[in-house]
């Protein structure tokens, strides 16, 4: 009859003792590319299943976030686009070196309404020029990764003197794509991972991968974040159970 009445306090020492722990866990913040919307959302809901805090995700153009890390905002990781971005957090020291980790890649397309017949010649460079430059074409701004890629892509292929005076830019990939939705333009270059995100349009053409620099999306802790459960969630993205969830998505796990 004794014991009863001494587990008691122990146990109530116990739950002040694991009751801080549990206080503690925070829900990291994630700074994302705009193209990975849909797919590192339900990486999040996937991570906050296995009794972790939901992850909070702010998702823009690579420039917009890494501009955010570099005027001191706070967060816990950064998904990039690009490796440019990263490379110019990395050379102030702002990501943590070592947990700089590509996981991601996606291709370059051409997008057109579902209801537009539209198919994309890449060769020659006069019948590719032909078809971007009959109307409006609508691609990310210049700083924004896909807007470079997508600029790479039409100097590569010959056809960026012709096309350039046609463009209407948008200040992320997704702003893009959402003029296509919209009826504002008839072509958009995005990822094929928007196109298969979005109801409204199709892809009306691939871009070669030789005509632009290899779309690969790294991930990092940033330094400063001293967050336990942005280092594991950083290290669940990039294991196998995490990418099989962006494959789901259309992307290509590396």
């Known amino acids: 009859m004794i014991r009863p009445l001494l587990s008691a306090p122990l146990l109530s020492l116990s739950l002040l003792v694991a009751g801080p722990a549990v206080a503690q866990q ?5 700074l994302a590319a705009a193209s990975l919307q849909e797919s590192m959302t339900a990486a999040a809901d996937a991570w906050a299943r296995k009794g972790h805090p939901k992850p909070v995700i702010s998702f823009a153009a690579s420039s917009v976030l890494a501009r955010q890390v570099e005027a001191g905002g706070a967060a816990d990781l950064f998904a990039s686009a690009d490796q440019d971005w990263m490379d110019a957090l990395a050379a102030k020291r702002l990501i943590v070196a070592s947990t700089r980790v590509t996981f991601l890649g996606n291709r370059l397309v051409v997008v057109a309404a579902r209801n537009n017949p539209v ?4 060769r020659p460079p006069a019948a590719l020029a032909r078809v971007l430059a009959a109307g409006p074409l609508a691609i990310a701004d210049a700083p924004v990764p896909a807007g470079r890629y997508a600029e790479a892509a039409l100097r590569r292929l010959g056809v960026w003197t012709t096309v350039a005076p046609k463009l209407v830019r948008g200040d992320s990939v997704r702003a893009a794509l959402t003029l296509v939705e919209r009826g504002a333009a008839p072509l958009g270059i995005v990822y094929a991972t928007d196109a298969k995100a979005s109801k409204t349009v199709r892809i009306a053409g691939v871009f070669p991968a030789f005509s632009h620099p290899a779309i690969t999306y790294p991930i990092a802790r940033i330094a400063g974040s001293t967050n336990a459960e942005g280092e594991a969630f950083r ?20």
Request: charged residues 25%; glycine residues 6%.
């Open 26 to 30: 925070r829900a990291p913040l994630v």
């Open 119 to 122: 198919r994309i010649p890449v």
């Open 235 to 254: 290290r669940f993205l990039v294991s196998r159970e995490g990418k099989a969830i962006f494959v789901r998505y259309g992307f290509t796990p590396l």
